[in-house]
């Protein structure tokens, strides 16, 4: 009985919150399909207390089979609720374990180049493009990350416990499909992939470099099952289970490519298998903190039409926003390589740092997504609250840029020779040290604004400013290209402080995100 009031509690506490915005899934029809695999939760797991302490609700007991009357409903103290010094360690303890989840694929990708480059000069040269075509066939299905850390951290702002396991069931399937999709490409296309980017001249590499993408492949379904899985754990604020699971697969990765590569000798194939089974472990590991959770991670639910739909409105944006990046850094690296080799060596060694450099501040973005929707849609709703952890995020961010900024640009000027002996290539680099210092110091903030965007679910705006940036920046870039280097980079400095600008201004806009509906409301009154 007391369970019984509880509950009703619950609905109506959750029925009669004011929400900016409503469910992004409607309430899972009674006749939705399922895969034979679907094992439906029960009621009692679902409304347990102990699943209910996930949201900061304690259920009442049951005391003598009545309500005990003494036991009150207890709230956690969320990161909403603390002063800005208490946000500014809670979100510190959450970055610093996100930070090793961008920092293990590049991680594992430098072990593959270690181990193959003391074999074949063929197959390293092979190692190029072949990471090349596995990293773009991954990124092209990055918006499912994004997706899944929104949905479920709204869901659970709104504590619909139900509706998280839905959600997650439906995104898991859409991970599992989209894997499949992959690997079906990749084994009727991904020869002809590699020949066309490697060009007439370097067709000798094929083969090796087919043979390491062809066996990647196979963790392809298992990849984008354990994406899915990775971001739910974020968008439930846990990082530190993600991160086990990635630093597990960077050591199975180095040990298995010492194993296979150096002792057994099966040179890029051996690397390609140890990457491969990594991947598929980290996937395990990552259904498995979600299984500890009390969510069941082995229900694949086919989504309806109107689900898949909503989920194409929000992956259809974030996939314009990351070609439109990805668009404008491949045309900065296409004008470069036509400035000389000197120009071309300065500007890889400049942008590998600075990609280093800027994955710094992708954990601020995360956090963004995994904390803003509780108080843009949740039950404790709070614009007041989220501008206060927006204005943490963005000084967290301008603090991080300045120190990465500083630590680029000193590495670059003081010890250039770690990279390059050529006096000439040291030259264009130092001539561009200002641009340099100027794209590397906006990154982390403008992430922690963009991160807001999507967490508020903004997501035309965002599309089509990035994409406007990118317009404008290679045009600009193509005007500027005269003046060499630091023409590109003075480019590269402009689009980024462009797309700080953009957010900042919309997220400030009376009529942004973070605005009362009372601000919206005289704003509409004087235009009119």
């Known amino acids: 009985m007391a369970l019984k009031l ?6 109506t506490l959750l029925h009669s919150s004011p929400f900016k915005n409503p469910n992004l899934f409607a309430s899972p029809p009674s006749n939705h399909r399922h895969l034979p695999l679907r094992f439906r939760p029960a009621p009692s797991l679902i409304h347990s207390p102990s699943i209910r302490r996930r949201t900061g609700i304690v259920t009442a007991s049951v005391v003598g089979g009545g309500y005990d009357e003494s036991e009150e409903v207890v709230e956690k103290k969320e990161l909403a609720e603390q002063s800005v010094w208490s946000q500014t360690k809670e979100i510190v303890k959450f970055t610093a374990p996100a930070m090793g989840l961008w920092l293990c694929d590049p991680l594992m990708s430098l072990i593959d180049t270690a181990v193959v480059a003391h074999g074949s000069s063929t197959e390293l040269a092979a190692l190029g493009p072949a990471t090349v075509v596995c990293d773009y066939m991954t990124l092209t299905f990055m918006f499912l990350s994004v ?4 949905i479920i951290a709204t869901a659970l702002a709104k504590q619909d416990e139900e509706g998280v396991q839905h959600h997650l069931s439906v995104l898991l399937f859409v991970g599992l499909a989209c894997g499949c999709v992959m690997l079906l490409s990749t084994k009727l296309f991904g020869a002809a992939a590699l020949t066309v980017f490697t060009g007439p001249k370097n067709v000798h590499v094929v083969p090796a470099a087919n043979t390491y993408v062809q066996i990647r492949a196979l963790s392809w379904p298992a990849l984008l099952v354990g994406w899915v899985a990775q971001s739910a754990s974020l968008g439930m604020k846990d990082s530190w289970g993600p991160l086990k699971a990635l630093a597990a697969a960077s050591i199975i990765n180095g040990v298995g490519d010492i194993l296979l590569c150096s002792c057994l000798g099966y040179g890029i194939a051996g690397a390609a298998w140890a990457t491969m089974a990594s991947q598929v472990v980290a996937a395990y590991m990552m259904i498995q903190a979600l299984n500890n959770k009390g969510y069941n991670a082995l229900a694949f639910s086919i989504p309806t039409r109107k689900e898949f739909l909503k989920i194409l ?20 690296m296409y004008v470069s390589t036509s400035m000389g080799t000197q120009t071309i060596a300065a500007h890889q060694v400049m942008i590998q740092i600075y990609m280093a450099c800027t994955v710094w501040g992708e954990p601020l973005c ?7 929707p509780e108080l843009m849609y949740g039950v404790n709703r709070s614009l007041a609250k989220a501008r206060l952890l927006l204005r943490s995020l963005v000084i967290i961010g301008a603090i991080l840029g300045l120190l990465l900024g500083i630590v680029g640009t000193s ?31 906006v990154t982390p903030p ?20 990035t994409c406007g940036c990118f317009c404008l920046g290679a045009l600009v870039l193509l005007i500027f290209s005269r003046y060499g280097l630091l023409g590109c980079w003075f480019t590269l400095a402009g689009f980024q402080w462009a797309r700080f600008l953009v957010a900042l201004l919309r997220l400030l806009s009376p009529s942004g995100i973070l605005q009362t509906e009372e601000t919206r409301i005289s704003q509409k009154l004087r235009t009119a």
Do not use: C
């Not at 000027?413 to 100027?438: A, C, E, N, S």
């Open 6 to 11: 509880s509950l009703i509690m619950d609905r």
């Open 147 to 150: 997706v899944t850390s929104n």
């Open 313 to 332: 409105g929000l992956a259809a944006p974030v996939y314009v926003t990351s070609i439109s990046k990805v668009a404008f850094f491949s045309l900065l």
């Open 366 to 372: 995360q956090t963004a997504q995994s904390y803003m």
């Open 411 to 441: 590495l670059l000027w003081l010890f250039p020779y770690i990279f390059t002996p050529d006096q000439m290539v040291i030259q264009k680099m130092h001539r561009t040290l200002i641009p340099f210092f100027l794209a590397l110091a």
């Open 446 to 465: 403008t992430r922690s604004l963009e991160g807001t965007l999507l967490a508020g679910q903004d997501l035309r705006f965002i599309s089509l400013s």
